[in-house]
């Protein structure tokens, strides 16, 4: 099992670009995550989705968008990128949203 | 939001020497996890505690969910160069979200 991947490993974008981070399971896992890193602040969430065609704001949602595409697959939108959205994304899935998150290895992005 | 605080911030110690990092909150939780970050990877749960008191350990890794419901340590004894990391303490409360702390950064001087 690959566990959670994630696509790209590494983005540079200009503000007001757009782009799509994917994230995918391979462990039938029912919920999934996505958080932001920065230094000295720790894992911050960003949305999550409990189920299968669901999805919840978590703590930093805005400028941001994602889609549910099937329960392997969760993606995150930047419809306009900002400087303020430089960070490493990690991507999170559970069995239950109230079991134990896995994370995948991180998406590092730059927006200049 | 809600935020866990971790100490220490940073250690740098001598292998063999035992290590004891910890992490509070203002608020009650429900379950506490330990994850270690490497650099370029993301977290991997180390421990999971989900009883008030109850004391887990993971090999050298021993972690333990506070009485209080409002803190939770985690102890690695004899520490060897591999365990350079950085520890991200993580509790949930009712409800889905996890909230991470902040870490602890963890040198190991051969």
């Known amino acids: 099992n690959a566990g959670v991947t994630q696509t790209p490993k590494f983005q540079v974008l200009k503000t007001g670009q757009s782009m799509t981070l994917q994230c995918a399971q391979d462990m039938n896992h029912n919920?999934?995550?996505w958080y932001r890193q920065d230094p000295g602040m720790g894992l911050r969430l960003i949305y999550y989705s409990a189920s299968e065609g669901t999805t919840d704001k978590g703590e930093v949602p805005n400028?941001?968008?994602?889609?549910?595409?099937?329960?392997?697959?969760f993606s995150l939108r930047l419809e306009s990128a900002a400087p303020s959205q430089t960070s490493v994304y990690f991507c999170a899935s559970s069995e239950s949203d109230m079991e134990?998150?896995?994370?995948?290895?991180?998406t590092r992005l730059l927006v200049l | 939001g809600q935020q866990l605080n971790q100490s220490p911030q940073s250690m740098f110690i001598q292998e063999g020497e035992d290590v004891s990092m910890n992490c509070t909150s203002s608020s009650i939780f429900n379950t506490w996890l330990?994850?270690?970050?490497?650099p370029g990877e993301g977290p991997v749960l180390l421990i999971a505690l989900y009883?008030?008191?109850?004391?887990?350990?993971?090999?050298?890794?021993?972690?333990?969910f506070g009485i209080t419901?409002?803190?939770?340590?985690?102890?690695i004894s004899a520490s060897i160069p591999s365990d350079v990391g950085i520890y991200f303490c993580a509790g949930r409360r009712t409800?889905?979200?996890?909230?991470?702390?902040?870490?602890?950064s963890l040198t190991v001087i051969p």
């Open chain 1, 31 to 33: 919920s999934m995550y």
């Open chain 1, 63 to 73: 400028g941001y968008n994602v889609s549910r595409l099937n329960k392997r697959e």
């Open chain 1, 100 to 106: 134990t998150q896995y994370f995948g290895p991180g």
């Open chain 2, 34 to 38: 330990w994850y270690k970050q490497e």
């Open chain 2, 51 to 64: 009883k008030a008191g109850e004391l887990t350990s993971n090999g050298r890794l021993t972690a333990q």
């Open chain 2, 69 to 75: 419901r409002k803190d939770s340590f985690l102890n």
């Open chain 2, 95 to 104: 409800g889905n979200q996890f909230y991470f702390g902040t870490g602890t």
